[in-house]
């Protein structure tokens, strides 16, 4: 039987579409989750997908985070299921609080839009386990408030802990140390700022590279 990994909708969601095509490029079966429903679905694993969550209002991610089915999120993700912050998803899970850290506006206060150069640093998570660590991936990256910002305390946990997941090769909206995306303790949750899910078709994507993070989601529910 397929993997069956949920993808969010948030009112201003942009890039669910897509996220649901990578899932099931990847070989799984994508179920569609809407904000204001608790119930997963029986789902294996969630994305919440990249876009302007309730138009980005107080904080990016603010008021997503609240929504009945991040409440289930949370609660599925301390039980350890795999789940995977794009970009405002990432800034989803860290008002969620299943991230550390903040996304702040980009250094410069300018809108990045570009494909990026990332690093794994880490192919222990449930999304990078089919990566090589020190591999160079090229996917696309779009955001305002994608700077990573964390006190200097939770920085030096996430580097001594291996939890920094990817960087950033040109670091050119200003992350501190360069992190593109960060893992939860257990290396079930990953969030990353750049968009994977956008480079998983060589007719549309910079590279094939974002489909690993799917295919590493669905050898991690297979095992």
């Not at 969010?8 to 990847?26: E, N, S």
């Not at 850290?101 to 794994?120: I, M, P, S």
């Amino acid at each position: 039987m397929a993997a069956r990994i949920g993808v969010i909708t948030f009112p201003g969601t942009l890039d669910d579409v897509d996220a649901a095509r990578a899932v099931t490029i990847a070989g799984a079966e994508a179920v569609s989750l809407w904000h204001a429903d608790a119930d997963l679905r029986d789902v294996d694993a969630v994305v919440v997908p990249g876009g302007f969550s309730y138009g980005d209002y107080l904080r990016s991610g603010a008021i997503a985070a609240q929504a009945p089915v991040m409440r289930s999120v949370v609660e599925r993700a301390n039980a350890g299921m795999p789940v995977l912050g794009i970009c405002n998803g990432f800034q989803i899970l860290t008002e969620a609080g299943l991230l550390p850290g903040a996304l702040t506006r980009n250094q410069g206060l300018h809108f990045h839009c570009t494909d990026a150069w990332l690093e794994v640093a880490d192919t222990s998570t449930a999304w990078t386990s089919t990566f090589t660590e020190g591999q160079k991936i090229l996917i696309p990256s779009k955001h305002g408030e994608g700077r990573f910002q964390a006190s200097a305390e939770t920085v030096a946990e996430l580097e001594a802990e291996g939890r920094v997941v990817f960087r950033y090769t040109d670091n050119v909206n200003g992350s501190v140390n360069g992190i593109a995306g960060v893992s939860s303790a257990n290396g079930r949750v990953v969030g990353l700022m750049p968009h994977p899910e956008h480079a998983v078709e060589n007719l549309t994507g910079p590279s094939l590279d974002g489909l690993q993070l799917f295919l590493s989601a669905v050898g991690s529910v297979a095992a």
